[in-house]
């Protein structure tokens, strides 16, 4: 059964860099779509962006110009960086896997269980 | 940009059907999937390419999506599904969420 896990610092200050990194275990990273999801305390989601496993990006274009998602597949994670974090950066952050990617409805069916990020100085 | 559209909240009696209605520009031409969070929890997939449900989830939960609307059904609803509810579609290589319903059972 795949797991997700997500990781990272829980506090990051104003215009730096927030860093998250997604380990997949009890399956292969190879042959899915891996999304980063947020959501703002009290909001609803928001996608980021998802990487293929061969290294292929999709960003979400409101948050595109400011993020980057990247994959190691011999560590069977893959990766988040939002640059210049403010205060609306804040929010629990989700990596999910998708079957299909875009344009396919094969849906987000496994999820990490989410770990929270706040921006403040 | 791409906006799918749901109501903020949805009342239920035990036992009764549950409608959450999901819309958007042409929806009907997209897939449409149904997540589930409970407070505190992750969200879980309930409904993919508009009316399949994932191994787990129970038959009470449907799906449907035609011309500008897709709708979730939860027939028999249970305490236990009193949670917000996700719709998401594809538009333009960017996956768009609804901004979620609140299913209250009471």
């Known amino acids: 059964q795949v797991q997700l896990q997500e990781s990272g610092p829980g506090l990051v200050k104003p215009s730096e860099t927030l860093s998250l990194t997604c380990t997949v275990s009890?399956?292969?990273?190879?042959?899915?779509?891996w999304s980063w999801i947020r959501q703002p305390p009290g909001k609803g989601l928001e996608w980021i962006g998802y990487i293929y496993y061969s290294g292929s990006t999709n960003y979400n274009p409101s948050l595109k110009s400011g993020v980057t998602i990247s994959v190691d597949t011999s560590k069977n994670q893959f990766s988040l960086k939002v640059r210049s974090v403010t205060a609306a950066d804040t929010a629990v952050y989700y990596c999910?896997?998708?079957?299909?990617?875009?344009?396919?409805?094969?849906?987000?069916?496994?999820w990490g269980q989410g770990t929270t990020v706040t921006v403040s100085s | 940009s791409y906006e799918l559209t749901q109501p903020p909240s949805v009342s239920v009696s035990p036992g009764q059907t549950a409608s959450i209605t999901c819309s958007g520009h042409?929806?009907?031409?997209?897939?449409a999937c149904w997540y589930q969070q409970k407070p505190g929890q992750s969200p879980v997939l309930v409904i993919y390419e508009d009316n399949k449900r994932p191994s787990g989830i129970p038959e009470r939960f449907s799906g449907s999506n035609s011309g500008n609307t897709a709708t979730l059904t939860i027939s028999g609803t249970q305490a236990t599904d009193e949670a917000d509810y996700y719709c998401?579609?594809?538009?333009?290589?960017?996956?768009?969420f609804g901004g979620g319903t609140k299913l209250t059972v009471l």
């Open positions: 999910a896997r998708d079957k299909g990617g875009s344009g396919y409805g094969a849906g987000m069916d496994v």
């Open positions: 042409k929806l009907g031409d997209k897939y």
């Open positions: 009890g399956g292969s990273i190879s042959n899915y779509f």
């Open positions: 998401q579609a594809w538009d333009s290589s960017t996956a768009v």
